[in-house]
């Protein structure tokens, strides 16, 4: 069970990625982290694991896949918006339908992405994005008001 009321210790940003596409994890991690080497970047192969890094990393950010082994990430998505609501979720695919587009957005996702044409510049300008929404730059140095 999630636990809403757990507040951030950690004070990286924090970044999960779950997907059982084991290259396509590796992939995007080393793309992150030779972006932005403050980030600490957890992984999960299956959502129930999720959802226990979740409640232990207390990610700023989660890339999911749309289909897992054991939930969609449209479930998947609407459990952790329940609890975690300000959480950036970017919901990946390889099957860029119309109709799963909507139910990833209508289940709480900030963001839909189909696999084969999202680049890593999108990625990078989308975590660019999110950091500066928590008032970090790209080295993950605070920003002065």
Avoid at 55 to 65: A, T
């Amino acid at each position: 069970m999630l636990n809403s009321r757990k507040t951030r210790v950690n004070p990286l940003f924090t970044i999960l990625i779950i997907d059982d596409n084991n290259p396509f994890r590796y992939s995007l991690r080393k793309a992150l982290e030779g972006r932005f080497p403050f980030i600490s970047i957890e992984e999960a192969s299956q959502g129930a694991e999720g959802l226990k890094k979740i409640d232990n990393c207390l990610p700023h950010m989660i890339f999911l896949d749309i289909h897992l082994p054991d939930i969609n990430g449209i479930n998947l998505t609407r459990k952790i918006k329940t609890d975690y609501s300000n959480t950036c979720i970017v919901v990946f695919t390889a099957y860029d339908f119309p109709e799963y587009r909507q139910a990833a957005l209508e289940s709480g996702a900030d963001h839909f992405a189909d696999k084969d044409s999202w680049t890593g510049d999108k990625t990078f300008e989308l975590v660019e994005s999110v950091l500066s929404g928590l008032g970090l730059d790209r080295q993950g140095i605070t920003r002065d008001s």
